[in-house]
């Protein structure tokens, strides 16, 4: 049940199907509906506090304590503070030229400070009044535009710590729909796409000295769902779906003269999947593959609470697992007890592992949703499991102010009673974005870098030779030889010259293509780096060279582990880095390359070492098959990410596997970009960035426990995904509502309960539909635009009826109607443009921009592109029509925001209407424009 004020905001929230009664969630508003206080069920509060300007200037939330932000007279942010920057009376801080943003400094970590340079008057490459370059902690990346606006070549300049200094250039050609045409990877290899008379992308080819249609053909359906998607190496892959309401009913994938893939899904009535059956032949002998059958079963709030699963293979392999959750009232796991068993899979013969995990939970104010102790009862034995074989563990965490896992303490009870009070040890270190800087796991110590975005770049781990008594460490030597160097989404690097190529349709991945330093191209070392040129700019990359180095002493000084490696102050040849220098690294990559040999033509084999990739509908990596079509990797996961089989070749094995995100081997986490996930214990290690838009469950819960169903795409919010890769927000409210978002390539389904209310249909306005919730608006709003090529609006209207908010398209890669239905009570009109078209627009004829002017119909804008110009004519004309008497201050704000992609951020423009240009408002957020449209 849900309880709502005369202004339709909420004050309540029942759910009677708890498993401790039931869940109540009580939501509390100032004078002017604010929301100041959140009280859970469990009566822990999150209160937001506001200055004059409605802009909040605190959040208190019972896992990160609290956030407090300063703003200066224009709305932009001056400083943040943290609850662990707040010990020490510290502050982040914000610089502005104007409204747009010049510089992130941090007061723990100045090497990470980020700064912006934007072009002036004689910039080239397009550049002026755009980004040209940016520069943080790991470098610089360099931006080129097209005529209109859009990002053709970057150049990135990175610190390999005590490694190297590498730059990297990636290029774009879009056609005049901003349609990726054709991608230049930083090794040279040209992408090209095709896409089909409806605009859909068809085909995927690559170049480099041979020719390869890595997607050779994708086939649609009426609905614009992937109906069938053909790889270079001959696989197929066939989607089906419930005609009634579109559900993935099968997916089959055939390669090699085989089925490797043919899942069979079924639901309850509210799309719950119930079960997973892959109904292929078992393969033959020596081959990967075979059969598997998953079941499960939720509980009356839809989370998972058990799971089977068997599997049968060539060779008498067989498995099975047998998986069993329990929940509280928050949503916090309170128990999980999983238990497998292999016969003739990773040797001869039978394993029988397990373990039963028993969670508590702190009980402090502000430690309640935190681990405190997790009672770890486990075994593993080629015999039949008895009390006798059990390890008995136990793991004591802690936590840091902002809510970050910090310190893991391993007892162990031993035969004789007694418990080793230091079994291991993890230790995490933070820094002020919340970002994980380092790990040390008994002395192995991994550390962590990431851009101005939050993007993780470098990964750098120790081969170390230690001694480690009691977990004191008695001597030894550490290094920091492998590193994974993260370019971007389509290329990363590794020691000894070998790096991997990702290849792409939209979001997903296809095709991984390894290659090394001889096959690359141009030496990453000898190239320009970014900002050498760049009207009058320049980069101390040797400076920020030496401090990456020092950060891994600082690290390794943290964590009090002995730093005995060799400092390599020759960043230019950068030794290790290649694979012709004579390091142990490049023996290890031509060794690599040698292991393909019998596969491979002698001259062809890193550009024939292709692996592509058939997920299932979590997009989770099920089955790899290399360019013959044959399956060089076969994994299957238990529910919460954990592999249950795994089978490889020693030629190349893909990190990216649950959700196809990257799997640490160092720390066994997950990456997913905001945060990192622990699959075993099923939780994530640091607080939810969107923590205050779910105050009824959890700020370390998973998926809303439900991982079958739902994805995390980035850490930040729960996603499905079906077959096809489109993405479908999901919040759930409580048990009988769930807000959703159905996003498809060029089309939208609003789902009922988004804005509890169907979806309209009226005329030229497209589809639409409208709430009171202007913070939920502005996040399906983004989501759209990012996720879709077709533009979309949103309107803020404040009547009688109170404040609400209008999301519409008319499924247009080019246009989106105004609306005008409530001219008079318009607050702001927000229209998007799909990634790569114009960021600053085209300079239109006049300069009419004079508020005697706007009645008379003529141009205001000289900054938006003809399209844009005509609806900014006419959404004023028709203010001013039903207001004409309205101040020229007090007319609605304009916004067009330019959806990011996997190269550049997402972009937020304000229409100035008096000097007739756009101001940028970085890190879009619709406090951005709330703060806008209650200061006039």
Not at 321 to 340: C, E, F, P, W
Not at 774 to 795: M, Q, S, Y
Request: hydrophobic share 25%; charged share 25%.
């Amino acid at each position: 049940a849900t309880h709502t004020n005369g202004s339709g905001k909420t004050l309540k929230t029942i759910q009677k199907s708890g498993p401790d009664g039931e869940i109540t969630t009580s939501f509390e508003y100032d004078g002017i509906q604010r929301l100041v206080r959140v009280t859970d069920t469990e009566g822990n509060v999150t209160t937001s506090t506001y200055d004059m300007g409605d802009r909040r200037t605190e959040v208190n939330h019972p896992a990160s304590g609290i956030t407090s932000f300063t703003y200066d007279a224009l709305g932009n942010v001056l400083t943040k503070q943290t609850a662990n920057l707040a010990k020490e009376g510290k502050f982040i801080t914000y610089d502005y030229d104007y409204q747009r943003l010049t510089g992130i400094n941090y007061p723990d970590h100045p090497e990470n400070n980020v700064k912006y340079y934007y072009g002036g008057r004689n910039a080239s490459q397009n550049r002026i009044g755009r980004l040209m370059l940016r520069e943080d902690g790991t470098g610089a990346i360099e931006y080129f535009y097209g005529k209109m606006g859009e990002v053709t070549k970057t150049r990135r300049t990175m610190i390999v710590p005590n490694q190297a200094i590498a730059t990297y250039v990636t290029q774009w050609t879009y056609d005049s729909h901003n349609r990726l045409l054709e991608m230049i990877y930083p090794d040279e290899e040209k992408i090209t796409y095709s896409y089909n008379l409806g605009g859909q992308l068809e085909k995927v080819h690559g170049y480099k000295s041979y020719g390869y249609d890595y997607v050779s053909k994708i086939g649609y359906d009426k609905f614009e769902q992937r109906t069938y998607l053909k790889y270079c190496n001959g696989a197929e892959t066939f989607y089906t779906y419930d005609p009634q309401r579109r559900r993935l009913q099968n997916l089959t994938v055939n390669s090699g003269g085989n089925t490797i893939m043919d899942n069979a899904y079924t639901y309850d009535a509210v799309s719950n999947v119930l079960s997973v059956v892959n109904g292929a032949s078992v393969p033959q002998s020596g081959k990967a593959g075979g059969q598997m059958a998953h079941t499960y079963t939720y509980d009356a709030l839809y989370r998972l609470v058990s799971a089977t699963g068997t599997y049968t293979g060539a060779d008498n392999k067989t498995a099975s697992y047998t998986l069993a959750m329990g929940y509280d009232n928050m949503h916090r796991i309170t128990s999980k007890r999983q238990i497998l068993t292999q016969n003739n899979v990773q040797f001869n013969g039978t394993l029988n592992a397990g373990y039963d995990l028993s969670y508590t939970y702190g009980t402090d104010t502000g430690k309640k949703f935190q681990l405190a102790n997790v009672k770890d009862v486990n075994y593993r034995t080629e015999e039949t499991p008895s009390e006798s074989e059990n390890v008995n563990n136990s793991h004591a965490y802690e936590y840091d102010a902002n809510g970050n896992l910090v310190y893991v303490n391993t007892s162990r009870t031993k035969k004789d009673g007694m418990a080793d009070e230091k079994t291991a040890e993890r230790k995490l270190k933070w820094d002020e974005e919340n970002r994980l800087l380092a790990s040390d796991d008994n002395g192995f110590v991994t550390n962590y870098w990431y851009d101005a975005d939050g993007e993780r770049t470098v990964k750098t781990s120790g081969e170390s030779d230690q001694v480690y008594v009691n977990s004191e460490f008695a001597g030894g030597r550490t290094n920091t030889a492998k590193f994974s160097l993260y370019v971007s989404p389509y290329l990363v690097a590794n020691q000894g010259g070998r790096y991997t190529k990702h290849i792409y349709i939209g979001s997903q991945r296809v095709v991984s293509k390894i290659g090394d330093f001889d096959s690359y191209g141009s030496d990453p070392r000898r190239i320009q780096y970014a900002g050498s040129e760049t009207d009058g700019l320049s980069v101390d990359y040797k400076q920020k060279y030496v401090q990456q180095l020092q950060v891994i002493k600082d690290n390794y000084a943290t964590f009090a582990v002995p730093y005995n490696g060799e400092d390599n102050n020759d960043y230019v040849d950068g030794k290790g880095f290649c694979c012709n220098d004579g390091s142990l690294e490049a023996a290890q990559t031509r060794a690599l390359a040698r292991a393909a040999k019998n596969n491979f033509q002698e001259g062809d084999t890193y550009e024939k070492m292709q692996f592509y990739y058939h997920p299932d509908h979590l997009g989770s990596s099920s089955y790899i098959t290399n360019l013959d079509g044959e399956v060089v990797q076969h994994i299957e996961y238990v529910p919460f990410g954990e592999v249950f089989i795994e089978e490889r070749n020693n030629i190349w094995n893909t990190p990216y596997l649950f959700n196809a995100k990257e799997f640490d081997e160092e720390t066994g986490l997950y990456y997913y970009g905001a945060r990192y996930y622990e699959p075993r214990l099923s939780l994530w290690i640091s607080v939810d960035p969107s923590k205050e838009k779910y105050p009824d469950i959890s700020s370390y819960t998973y998926c809303h426990n439900s991982p079958i169903v739902i994805i995390d795409p980035d850490g930040k919010d729960d996603y499905k995904m079906n077959a096809s890769g489109y993405l479908v927000f999901w919040r759930r409210t409580n048990a009988k509502s769930t807000h959703r978002v159905f996003i498809g390539k060029a089309s939208i389904v609003v789902g009922r309960n988004l804005v509890n209310q169907l979806v309209k249909n009226k005329g030229n306005q497209g589809s639409f539909a409208v709430t009171a919730n202007g913070d939920d608006a502005f996040k399906f709003f983004t989501f759209a635009a990012k996720h879709t090529k077709v533009e979309w609006r949103l309107v803020g209207i404040r009547n009688s009826s109170g404040t609400q908010f209008k999301l519409s398209t008319n499924f247009s890669t080019g246009s989106v109607s105004n609306d005008m239905s409530d001219a008079k009570n318009m607050l702001f009109h927000l229209h998007s443009h799909p990634w790569n078209t114009n960021s600053n627009g085209t300079k239109a004829s006049g300069n009419y921009n004079e508020y005697n002017r706007v009645s008379s119909g003529r141009a205001i804008s000289t900054y938006y592109t003809d399209g844009d110009v005509w609806t900014l004519n006419d959404i004023y004309k028709e203010y001013h029509k039903a207001n004409p008497n309205k101040r020229f201050e007090n007319y609605p704000r304009a916004y067009i925001y330019y959806s990011g992609d996997k190269k550049q951020r997402s972009q937020l423009y304000e229409y100035d209407l008096k000097c007739a240009r756009f101001n940028p408002l970085f890190t879009p957020t619709y406090e951005q424009i709330k703060n806008r449209i209650y200061k006039k």
